[in-house]
């Protein structure tokens, strides 16, 4: 059977026995790939260091505290903000561990559908994968749609904090929206070249700009009492029970820590990926979570009572921040200053975001998972870019900004969206290997492994050189598949009870949309070409 996943293509790929005793870091690299069934052909640009600084711009977590503080607030208060948060950096942690030891398995830039089918039992190992590919292809695609329209959201944002009379229109939140995702396609591709470089400055400007904004928020701002900040709750969404509000309200940090899975979608592109991807992923979330935490306590020392809380969930730039920095600097001109860099934080976060959608797409359509594989899965000679999945993820990114013109929540639907999409393929993922090393199936890692392995077809599953030692890993791999379960529950709530056709939630609209169209597209056409991550080389000897 082991044809019927094999290209024809004749391709064969030395082993390290032929290489020689001392191969190249990148010979090394292609040798792993290889063994995973697949054929080199992207760049490995990638440092650890400039992927660590992919992961931290891509999260912008401690940007997104800011953005996203009026959903923790609305249903939780400060309080519950900070607490929420604490959980939720901590679930993260627990769940990127884990899926560091499935990178480090297995570093493809299919990421988490390469994992289910080599994982799964054999009897729904195919369906699965399948499902899990279109899951995270379409949570990633709707990150790329949320960072455009908080990129224009911003904008607007700082026009009325310029001008208390301008009136935001929808159909200048949308063009806002398509400048940006321009200009991130621009930068992957025109400068795709120098895009680690890029990286690099980023991580600098996201780290020296934690400073600019919570140095002056500090120094100036006015400062409650721990009493209003760690014992005041919120229920503005009219909930039973606090409790209820509460767990509603993290769902905002929980899109502020999400994004780390962008190193695994990037695992063909970095040096040394088993050991490197899952390093920057749980670095990224360690040096994320500290600076959103101490953003977070910074703001809501400067907030005040909770009646000072109120009339900063109203203001009329959308974004209760930009009014906290007015009040804390007492200066316009210092407030814009301040809004301004978390806005172009924001909008250079997009070109990781089309990055990351864009590859995930490409290895999904060169395993023939998508319409148009063929196409989509093609490769630019010259610039060894997935020209047309950039593209695609444009697309995408301008069909769902038309969301804007139906609901005044749109951003909440895209965030809820992106979350199912991403945690549903995290959960599936993680359980999979929790069921596998609860009954003792992957072997011991071994550096001079040079056959088939953790594919479909290979018959066999070993551990990669970075693993949680037990019974750690078994711990930490439960307690973050609760962590999931819970999160993936609330994520399809409303902020409000009783919410309007506005105001309410249709992320699982969207999501069942996309599951019935994929199915409807497997039982079509794909059961009859898609079998799982295809093995496109074969290996001498």
């Known amino acids: 059977m082991a044809d019927d996943y094999e290209l024809k293509s004749g391709a064969q790929h030395a082993t390290q026995t032929e290489l020689g005793q001392n191969p190249s870091r990148l010979e090394m690299d292609n040798m792993e790939l290889t063994r995973l069934g697949k054929k080199p052909v992207l760049k490995r640009s990638f440092s650890f260091i400039t992927m660590l600084s992919f992961s931290c711009t891509i999260m912008i977590t401690w940007e997104g505290v800011l953005l996203l503080l009026p959903i923790n607030l609305n249903n939780g208060g400060p309080a519950g903000s900070v607490y929420g948060l604490i959980i939720v950096w901590a679930g993260t942690m627990s769940v990127f561990a884990t899926m560091g030891e ?130 005041s709750f919120l229920n503005e969404g009219n909930w039973q029970t606090q409790g209820l509000s509460f767990v509603i309200g993290i769902i905002g940090p929980v899109f502020s820590f999400l994004g780390a899975d962008c190193a695994v979608h990037m695992s063909e592109e970095i040096k040394n990926p088993a050991k490197n991807v899952p390093r920057a992923m749980v670095f990224s979330i360690f040096l994320n979570g500290l600076m959103g935490f101490g953003t977070l306590i910074a703001v809501l020392f400067c907030l ?72 989509l899965s093609k490769i630019e000679s010259r610039s060894t870019l997935p ?110 009870i009783n919410p309007t056709p506005e105001t309410m939630n249709y992320s699982s609209l969207m999501v069942g949309a996309t599951i019935l169209f994929s199915v409807l597209y497997y039982m079509v056409w794909a059961r009859k070409v898609y079998v799982g991550p295809v093995i496109e080389i074969c290996l001498s000897g």
């Open 102 to 231: 499935l990178a480090s398995m297995a570093p493809t830039a299919g990421g988490q559908y390469h994992w289910v089918s080599m994982l799964a039992p054999k009897s729904s190992q195919k369906f699965l994968s399948y499902s899990i590919g279109w899951l995270t292809m379409i949570g990633w695609q709707a990150i790329v749609a949320s960072g455009g329209y908080l990129c224009g959201s911003l904008v607007q944002g700082l026009m009325v904090l310029n001008n208390p009379n301008y009136v935001p229109q929808p159909w200048q939140l949308v063009l806002l929206f398509w400048a940006a995702i321009l200009f991130a396609i621009f930068f992957n591709t025109a400068v795709s070249a120098v895009l680690p470089k890029i990286e690099g400055f980023i991580l600098i400007m996201h780290t020296l700009g934690f400073l600019a904004i919570l140095i002056p928020l500090v120094y100036y701002g006015p400062h409650a009492s721990a009493t209003d900040v760690f014992t």
């Open 304 to 375: 005040g009572d909770l009646n000072t809380i109120q009339s900063v969930l109203t203001t009329s730039t959308g974004y209760p921040f930009m009014a906290i920095f007015q009040d804390s600097v007492g200066s316009l001109g210092g407030a814009l200053t301040m809004a301004a860099l978390i806005t172009i934080l924001n909008i250079t976060a997009t070109i990781g975001f089309v990055t990351t959608a864009s590859r995930m797409t490409w290895s999904f359509a060169r395993d023939r998972g998508v319409p148009g594989w063929k196409i």
């Open 387 to 496: 020209l047309a999945t950039i593209a695609l993820t444009a697309i995408i990114a301008i069909l769902l900004s038309l969301v804007v013109f139906g609901s005044t929540v749109a951003f909440n639907d895209l965030v809820s969206l992106s979350i199912n999409g991403l945690y549903t393929s995290y959960l599936i993922g993680n359980g999979l290997l929790l069921y596998r090393r609860l009954s003792g199936d992957i072997q011991q890692y071994s550096s001079t492994d040079e056959t088939l392995k953790n594919t479909i077809g290979a018959g066999r599953l070993t551990w990669g050189p970075w693993r949680i030692p037990e019974p750690l890993g078994t711990i930490n791999n439960i307690l973050g598949c609760i962590y999931m379960v819970v999160v993936l529950i609330f994520s399809f709530w409303p902020t409000a």
